[in-house]
């Protein structure tokens, strides 16, 4: 009996597969990184919506799906996912994304609590403390190969802010953005109570970027470019991001 349900449910993988594919033409990763985008954002957050009407305009439907960063980038460099979105242009990635035109741009800084009195010129002041971080993010060349910093890893922004509040960690590395959020979303125990510190760690622009593993990389990098760029043209990315309440 078990050989015979066992093969009837192989029979249907092909079926199912294919009414799962007519849902959507193409699958994308990434993290929930708000303001930015995210699974609990509305619509998933103004750069899935841009992402997403790009598409459309072409005639093509995206879903995206989260997880964590370092699960999301992985599998998108082995064609898993057909892309990532959110990522950060740096050159030795371009073996395995093509990367679309920037769609924002991201700033990161180290932020502390201000009970914590600290206080830095360069990062080799730095190395009495734990510092807070997202495992696979980049943050800076400098930041990022300083192995005389106390560097604790976690899985998203979230949880390295919540260790800052909670006095596990002293500082973290975060964008400016995505730190005011969370802040003024889930953990108003900080609101006037942590300091960006004037050290920036990178100003750098976020992207859209098509794992080159798939055999039509160039098509989905034509498809994006094309509708984005309409859309630049009427305005509408500018517009989506203000719907959302993000400034340009």
């Known amino acids: 009996m078990r050989t015979f349900l066992l093969a009837i449910c192989i029979s249907l993988l092909p079926l199912a597969s ?3 594919n007519k849902e959507f033409d193409y699958l994308f990763a ?7 985008y995210g699974a609990t954002l509305k619509d998933g957050g103004f750069f899935s919506v841009i992402v997403k009407e790009a598409y459309r305009i072409q005639g093509k439907k995206v879903r995206i799906l989260y997880t964590s960063w370092k699960r999301a980038f992985e599998l998108t460099k082995q064609g898993k996912y057909e892309g990532i979105l959110g990522i950060y242009y740096l050159p030795e990635r371009e073996k395995y994304f093509l990367y679309s035109s920037a769609i924002t741009h991201s700033k990161q800084y180290l932020f502390s609590k201000i009970s914590s009195n600290i206080s830095f010129k360069t990062l080799q002041d ?7 971080i997202v495992r696979g993010y980049h943050y800076s060349d400098e930041f990022d190969k300083a192995d005389y910093l106390s560097k604790h890893e976690e899985v998203s922004t979230k949880k ?17 953005r995505v730190m005011k959020y969370y802040v003024s979303t889930k953990y108003h125990e900080l609101v006037n109570k942590y300091k960006e510190h004037p050290l920036m760690l990178k100003s750098i622009t976020v992207h859209l970027a098509i794992s080159k593993a798939i055999p039509n990389v160039e098509q ?6 094309a509708g984005f760029a309409i859309m630049k043209k009427q305005g509408l990315d500018k517009a989506i991001m203000l719907k959302y309440g993000f400034s340009p």
């Open 220 to 225: 989905l990098h034509q498809e994006f470019e």
């Open 18 to 20: 294919y009414a799962i």
């Open 30 to 36: 990434t993290d929930s990184w708000p303001p930015y």
């Open 160 to 176: 390295v802010i919540k260790l800052l509040l909670l006095g596990r960690l002293e500082l973290i590395a975060a964008d400016r």
């Open 126 to 132: 730095l190395s009495p403390y734990r510092i807070g």
